[in-house]
């Protein structure tokens, strides 16, 4: 969303560092009454480490002294009710409820060189592949933007607590996927603003507040606009991946640690009823629910909006538009309420916009 | 799907001309006991023609004499129980039950510079858009491959007869979608074989013949697999697209006729159990079913079924592969019968094919 006139020259941005430490970390949850772990102003820049909660899947080659005391100072009995181990929140001054929280994502890259894919209880073909949980843990390799698998091992018991630490021995790994070379793209799962309840939120289901997206596209160069629900929008980043197919079929994607470079910069100058996603090319809307053709139809009305109120297009021009243009897209299955998203691409609009 | 051996220098192909004229098209339906319109051995090339059944919405600009006769010929009480307006069946010697026809689809070429889409009383926002079904004619401009929309009308009534014609007057033709452009990529929104059924079948929901998949991949460059059902196969296209999105929300695509040429290939030496999409980039695996959710788990059980059975990745790093890079997409979700694709790109098994 172009600005009317730049907030950003108001007030020299600050380059904040937020480092996960076990006082700048929660876990399963967001939770409008937590303290902030930073304070910033709009235009200001963040580095914030993600710190994967499956980095007990293969903890000598996920963990360091850093995220091994992040974890032994959180018992287990106090991540919920979600899953996701998230930094922050970050406060941000003169945010309002009604506000948008633009999050502009410039950097994301990988803490080590692994990650890991659970092939979780809650995964799409959990019955269909003999209901069996299974960890692939993949190699990284920035220089050519590709990952392949390390090794594998079917998990012992079941996947029920988050961030457990699993130390597979050398015996027990499997070759997998030989030959096999997976795009890497860097992005947060999980990213957004606090929701206006009291208490603990799952960070499990996605919704206004962003959440548990779970959208690739989520990555360096894209930018984020979240409706801010609560003062100073209490903003938290977590679940970090680098590669996830539309759909996230197996319940995770390959999950790994990130350091995060983003600026926040705070929008009083429009609304948009739930988060929207732009990338360079594209207008990406979010429709979300437990069934699938709801989350459709959901995403499909707020495209509309996008179109109309965004774009001055008539609701049937824009009706008639995204049938023709528009690609429809499912973005995960597991997490309780799916998504679909839906892209248009801005190049459409070139001439309308030298008008 | 590569081939261990060719069986295409058995003998020279042959390039068949297959004119759209009442005599080698059928409307609304496919049916085993038709009788072939053409016959072709494998390796052949067709060109043929497909008619959208939407010409009738711009006669002036859609229609030309062959098409003002193949509608004159076929009376509005002949064309069902589907809408589309097919052309074929094209029997191909040899073809059994069990066989698999590739069909390379080598050019599409616009008849015409304009194109219909329909908001119909089946499309996904009918009753949140004002219960109204509206025509938008567009323009195509194939040097640039983008199409702008010419104008816009009300539909006078219910759009309930396939082919209807409607001169609308040139005042009652609305301006719209004022500087914008869309993407043109023009494909067959129908093309499939004969179902083993006695009888009409309906075209409008897609099915393991193929049918009205309504993907627009399937263009220029894509090649088809579908499973033959009966003796010839019976190959028929119709439904021609010049731009679509991914859930072609509105009921219709930009419908265009549109010039198609092809390559019969008839195969033995594999089976799939859905219609599959080879690009230059991609393997993509089709799901249907009344229900969206159900239409994502059958295209990941058969995307299961691909990476095992013929990439030779044992079922538990199939899963995880497609956790972490295949991609999921509403193909569309107004043909009765829903669809979701998932694709998969061909480079990540690069290495794997150098053995």
């Known amino acids: 969303m172009e600005q009317e006139e730049s907030i950003l020259d108001a007030q020299a941005p600050e380059l904040h560092i937020l480092n996960a430490t076990p006082k700048t970390v929660h876990w399963g949850y967001f939770d409008a009454g937590l303290a902030p772990a930073l304070r910033v102003k709009s235009g200001d820049f963040v580095k914030a480490q993600a710190i994967t909660h499956h980095a007990g899947d293969a903890p000598d080659l ?16 106090d991540r919920n009710p979600g899953v996701h181990l998230m930094t922050g929140p970050i406060y941000v001054e003169d945010a309002k409820p009604g506000d948008i929280l633009e999050v502009r994502y410039l950097s994301m890259a990988p803490r080590f060189a692994y990650g890991s894919n659970l092939a979780a209880h809650w995964g799409h073909l959990y019955k269909e592949l003999g209901e069996k949980e299974r960890v692939t843990i993949y190699r990284i390799d920035m220089s050519s933007n590709q990952a392949e698998a390390a090794y594998a091992y079917d998990f012992p018991g079941k996947y029920e607590i988050p961030g457990k630490i699993t130390n597979c021995p050398e015996c027990d790994r499997q070759k997998a996927l030989k030959g096999v070379r997976v795009p890497v793209r860097p992005h947060l799962g999980t990213a957004g603003v606090a929701p206006d309840v009291k208490g603990r939120v799952s960070t499990v289901p996605p919704g ?3 959440g548990n997206i779970d959208n690739w596209r989520i990555g360096a160069g894209a930018t984020m606009y979240y409706p801010v629900q609560v003062d100073g929008a209490l903003f938290s980043v977590g679940d970090p991946h680098v590669s996830q197919g539309d759909g996230e079929i197996s319940g995770t994607a390959i999950e790994a640690s990130l350091d995060v470079m983003f600026q926040i910069v705070l929008r009083k100058d429009f609304s948009f009823p739930s988060p929207l996603l732009e990338t360079p090319r594209n207008w990406i809307v979010h429709g979300f629910d437990e069934d699938l053709d709801v989350a459709m ?5 707020d495209m509309v909006h996008l179109l109309s109120d965004h774009r001055g297009l008539s609701k049937d021009d824009a009706y008639s538009l995204m049938s023709v243009s528009a690609d429809f897209t499912v973005t995960q299955v597991v997490d309780g309420r799916q998504g679909v998203h839906v892209r248009i691409p801005k190049t459409m609009f070139a001439l309308q916009d030298e008008k």
Do not use: L, Y
């Open 208 to 210: 206004a507040h962003g």
């Open 297 to 301: 139809r959901n995403a499909a009305v």
């Open 62 to 77: 996920m963990m360091d002294e850093s995220i091994k005391c992040i974890f032994a100072s959180i018992p287990e009995a």
